[in-house]
């Protein structure tokens, strides 16, 4: 069965350094979602991304965050500057549709822990 | 904005006893999704509900979604180990955005 899968699996890295979170979604899907869940928290929607851009972002997507497809099988998540509130499970899901009766399918997700 | 409120946050039974979570959204949805999480995974989608009313059996586990589209419940049957986890709700706004609740935490007493 496909699945999405994403890389690393665990991240560690200094405050204020730049952070890229890599998904491979399923492949015939064509909506890209990320989403974090901050430990013991609920999950958050970040963004969404189709045909190449942003769909919709929450308040959460600010300035500091940026998503690419930049081939046609990756699609990453940067943080620019990463701050200690950014340790995050971080989760990215695809659709092949974007409809109410259509299913997002979760990757694995990255543990990213800002120090 | 829009939120999507889920109780109880954790919920703790005997093996064998009934669990059941609860959602409700400030909003009407478009659909509602129901996820289950174990400790240190990822969210793993058990099923989605689109229509008023509309009830669905997964074996032991009975998901219900309110004639308003603006509630919904997840009902387990003699709870087993392998039950063990977070549940969340995820409503579906207008905008095709998933809104998720707090989630519930099953903990089964040993």
Redesign the interface.
Known sequence: EPEVTQTPSHQVTQMGQEVILRCVPISNHLYFYWYRQILGQKVEFLVSFYNNEISEKSEIFDDQFSVERPDGSNFTLKIRSTKLEDSAMYFCASSRTKTSTDTQYFGPGTRLTVL | GQQVMQIPQYQHVQEGEDFTTYCNSSTTL??I?W?KQRPG?????LI?L?KSGEVKKQKRLTFQFGEAKKNSSLHITATQTTDVGTY?C?G?DS?????????TKLIIKP
């Open positions: 478009s659909n999704q996820y995974g990822h969210p793993v989608f989605q689109v969340f995820a579906m905008n095709y955005q998933l809104i998720w609740g707090a989630g």
